[in-house]
């Protein structure tokens, strides 16, 4: 056998545009506001358990401490999203960054550079292929 046909992924990266840029600051901040309602809600929970639990003082410091690393976890999860959007603001017109990754099928031979396979990416703009790059 002297050939053979193997599947390897692309890069595939959107060029940043006006219109992108808006979408990914949209997109996020729209997943920070569920956040806080999500986080409003629990709040709620947590303070509606908390004093079903008042009574019971074998139980409240366990979940004390539940509520807590829920509300720790959340949070954090909010800084994320909250740095994501920092990012997302920062992004430069004209720059290129990751939207995904797809996979191609290729023929292969003895000397063909598995690296430069490797490294094939697919740009976009506006969600239209603009160049092939190997």
């Not at 692309?10 to 920070?32: M, P, S």
């Not at 720059?95 to 003895?110: D, F, Q, S």
């Not at 396979?117 to 740009?123: F, P, Q, S, V």
């Amino acid at each position: 056998m002297d050939k053979m046909f193997v599947r390897v992924p692309v890069a595939v990266k959107a060029k940043v545009t006006e219109d992108l840029k808006l979408k990914i600051i949209g997109d996020v901040q729209e997943t920070i506001k569920k956040m806080d309602l999500e986080l409003e809600h629990f709040e709620f929970q947590a303070k509606k358990a908390l004093a079903q639990a008042a009574g019971d003082l074998s139980v409240l410091p366990a979940l004390r401490s539940q509520i807590d690393a829920e509300r720790s976890k959340r949070q954090a999860a909010k800084a994320e999203a909250e740095a994501r959007l920092k990012r997302a603001q920062d992004l430069e017109i004209g720059a290129e960054i990751g939207h995904g990754t797809l996979e191609r099928t290729v023929e292969v031979t003895i000397g063909t550079d598995l690296d430069a396979l490797a490294r094939a990416e697919i740009l976009t703009e506006d969600g239209k292929i603009i160049a092939f790059r190997d």
